[in-house]
């Protein structure tokens, strides 16, 4: 398991989950599910550096990246500049649970994928910043990628179901 993308064909791999807007590519996909991105941060950080108002504010915020590919690093706003936000200093990795860890610490804002941060956000753990700013299809989707072949395995056909299975109940819950 790893958070970077892989050449799935290079590499000899038969699945992939994968997260993001995907390029366009000869793989397989299916999508399982939307992937929502949250912009986030600890009460801990708001009460020492307060909560910005609109995107332009994160400039002068601590910033917790991923360092990956730019699509899936990107934050995007839907209003009023749209696009990319500008973003202050703070750090990169390429780890979203270590991302999530260090927002939950109180180390800076983070724009972090739903599934990880609905439950601290629910218990007030983590606050959800710039609601109105969130474009809704800026965090794209959960895929599942396969390289294109003329005979599937039933082992893959099986954990491809099992997969599309586990997702179906996360989006009921």
């Not at 941060?41 to 991923?66: F, M, N, V």
């Not at 749209?82 to 990169?92: M, N, V």
Request: proline share 6%.
């Amino acid at each position: 398991m790893t958070d970077k993308i892989i050449d799935l064909i290079g590499e000899g791999f038969d699945l992939s989950i994968r997260t993001g807007i995907l390029p366009d590519s000869s793989l397989v996909s299916r999508k399982l599910m939307s992937n929502p991105r949250i912009l986030c941060a600890a009460p801990s950080y708001i009460e020492q550096h307060g909560s910005p108002g609109k995107p332009e504010d994160l400039t002068i915020h601590r910033c917790l990246r991923l360092g990956q590919e730019r699509q899936l690093s990107d934050w995007g706003f839907a209003q009023p500049q749209g696009g990319i936000a500008r973003l202050g200093a703070g750090f990169s990795c390429n780890n979203l649970e270590a991302l999530h860890a260090a927002c939950f610490s109180g180390r800076g804002i983070a724009w972090l994928p739903e599934y990880l941060t609905a439950s601290d956000i629910n218990k007030g753990r983590l606050l959800s910043l710039l609601k109105e700013y969130a474009c809704p299809d800026a965090g794209g989707g959960v895929f599942l990628l396969r390289p294109e072949t003329t005979f599937l395995p039933q082992r893959i056909r099986t954990l491809i179901d099992f997969f599309a299975d586990r997702f179906n109940e996360m989006r009921r819950d």
